[in-house]
């Protein structure tokens, strides 16, 4: 529990005037929680008169008796609670060109929200060169982040006070880094809302004012993924058919296609007839059989091992490998290399192209990627001179005088052509052949 009072109890005395404003508004927030707050906070309040400095003196007398009775306040249990596994949780996030603040809520039996914790983060030097709603962005995957063993499995509400974030995490951006926050959040079921900055004060409190202790540590950028893996070399597992995957094909599965298939049957016919085999000729040295009868075939590209598909279980290997939730449709060079490495049967590279050209799904992506694409507009010369094409040649092999581009230009109207050598292709060189010219 100490833990999540380390950002409040580091508080330092406010130093200018709007701190302590942000300090008064924070504990305002839970003043319902205790009586006499105004009495409290008097000594406090009398320092944000505006006929005295900003910048306040050092704390003397009465203030810091009252800051610490303050900050006590928040401290106390009548306003803390212990966290509930079934409790609807709140997260209010603010961030400053400083550091990172949130403070954790949850609904108790009294129907009220009461704090489970105040925590702050320092942003370190790389993160101040953020713009402001990427560092408002960094604040809320941090603080989902820090607070998981809270949140985890559970629903919950993010509150921030900068508006361009309802969209901001929950659209696609440029932004790589971003986009992992993106995935980071993925995981959790939440609901990111708009707080007017006015009523965000906690959070904004935590942020903004002096804390010493802070948490420096970076931001854990690693993405917690489950990785299933699937290949085609599965085919060579001897499982049972009902063990075996929609669509997947098992040994036993092969071996009987194998029985009955007759490209399979002419191959071991030939290893019993010339055994041992001669390296000489490439189609038995290739071919060999395993202990429990799989044809199988060694590869020309490598030292893989690649299992002899019959006719019968083609379509199904295919549509496995290409059309499975996991597949996630590849493209046909893709999908013969990976196939290549594991299978084999004669047609394979025609198959696997015949079959992902015909592929629905692939082809109304096909189709939707035309749709996007705009009719080049031409533009015609009508008279001398009244439009110009431009282009660079090179780098040539270097002249005699240094030369080594070529800017070619040419009247679209009277088709006059000329050539320019240049000695760099720069802005400032091609603008200078253009005007001399």
Known sequence: MEKNLRALRG???PETQTQMKIFLGMCGVYRRFGADFAKKAK???ALTSTKLPKKLAPASGREPDAFEILRGRLLDASILALPKRHGHNIVDVDASYEQLGCCLQQQQSDGKYHPIGYFSRALLPAEKNYFATQ????GVVWAVTYLRSYLEGAEFVVRCDHRALLSFLTSMSPNAGINRWRLR???NNYEVRHKPGKDH???DALSRLPTEGLDILPLDEDIPVLAIETRASDAVKEALPEEAPIGAVSARDIILGQAE???CQARLKELDALSPPDTTWSRQAFFFREKNGLLCRRSMYGRETQVVIPEALKKRLLIHQHQSVLAGHPGSRRMYNTLRRYVYWPTMAVDVYKHVEQCPACAKNRLSERNHTTVMQLF????????LAMDLMGPLP?????RKHVLVMRDRFTKLTRPIPLREATALTVASAFIDT
């Open 11 to 13: 508080l330092r005395y």
């Open 201 to 203: 004060k906690v959070a």
């Open 135 to 138: 560092i408002e962005a960094l």
């Open 398 to 402: 270097t002249s005699k005088r240094g």
């Open 261 to 263: 298939d007759a490209f």
């Open 185 to 187: 959040l993925s995981e």
């Open 43 to 45: 000594p406090l309040t």
């Open 380 to 387: 015609t010369a009508d008279d001398p001179f009244s439009g």
